[in-house]
């Protein structure tokens, strides 16, 4: 049987501005099996970050019923959810949101700040776990602003990481990387995923989407399409041809030079 780790029926989102309703989910039903690497794609404003919040457990829905790992999300109170939120869903934003003048390490121990249960020689042990994961080993003492873009995007999965999640939920977690960076952090969330992590993956790129199992696609509000990738971009291939492409440039240049 597969073990589904996000369920959602008819799930709606309506926004109050002033006198007026946005209804920015109009009935969406979706699931999400261990494993999986979904991207979600859409037009802006088609409700993607909507969608990716509730089932963060970031926000509720207006109606419809959701469940989390099996667990009826719908029926929770605010403190169960930030508990839920806390242990069961690892967050990666655009923006990184890492602390700033604070190591890798610290940014990466945050979350288990709040789990009593695990002491500081495991938070340490853990937090450097994650960042070895994510190929920081050797970065783990540096400031979060003395590190470029694509490492302080690694950083942020460490973190999302670090709780052992039921899934991890990125929000155009490549949107402030250029193309070969945007790749790697992809080849790191292919590698994640062939260990078996669950994926939610909102992006605005087809090369970026490309990269992922399933491409689900918004309009509106609504689940217009939901495609298996059979024929899923290998991101090492991808970064080879990168590299092939930054060779012929570099001898255009050249030649433009000479
Ligand atoms: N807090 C809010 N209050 C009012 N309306 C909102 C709020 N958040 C989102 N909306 C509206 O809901 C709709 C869906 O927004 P959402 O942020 O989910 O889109 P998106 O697909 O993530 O877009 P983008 O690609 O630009 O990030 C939009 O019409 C937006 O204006
Ligand atoms: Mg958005």
């Given at each position: ?111 288990l ?71 790697e ?8 995923n ?17 990269f ?14 939901d ?32």
């Open positions: 049987m597969e073990n589904k780790i996000i369920e959602i029926q008819n799930l709606q989102k309506n926004y109050r501005v002033g006198t007026e309703i946005v209804s920015a989910l109009r009935g969406v039903n979706l699931t999400i099996n261990a494993g999986e690497f979904v991207a979600i794609m859409g037009a802006s404003g088609s409700g993607k970050s909507t969608l990716l919040n509730i089932l963060g457990c970031l926000d509720k829905p207006t109606a419809g019923d959701y469940w989390l790992d099996g667990k009826n999300v719908n029926v929770l109170k605010k403190d169960q959810l930030a508990d839920i939120r806390n242990t069961k869903i690892g967050f990666v934003f655009q923006s990184y949101n890492l602390l700033p003048r604070t190591t890798a390490l610290e940014n990466v121990e945050l979350p700040l709040y789990n009593p249960k695990i002491s500081i020689k495991m938070r340490r042990e853990k937090a450097e776990h994650a960042l070895e994961a994510v190929g920081l080993a050797d970065r783990m003492k540096h400031l979060s602003n003395q590190m470029s873009g694509g490492q302080q995007q690694r950083v942020a999965i460490a973190r999302s990481l670090v709780n052992d999640p039921v899934i991890v939920l990125a929000d155009e977690a490549t949107g402030n990387l250029d193309t070969k960076t945007s790749y952090i992809m080849a790191l969330f292919q590698e994640l062939d260990k078996g992590i669950t994926i939610g993956f909102v992006t605005h790129e087809p090369d970026i989407a490309a992922t199992n399933r491409n689900i696609v918004f309009r509106d509000g609504r689940l217009i399409k495609i298996q990738m059979n024929k899923i971009t290998n991101v090492v291939d991808a970064l080879d041809q990168l590299k092939d492409e930054d060779t012929l440039l570099d001898e255009f240049v050249n030649v433009c030079v000479a």
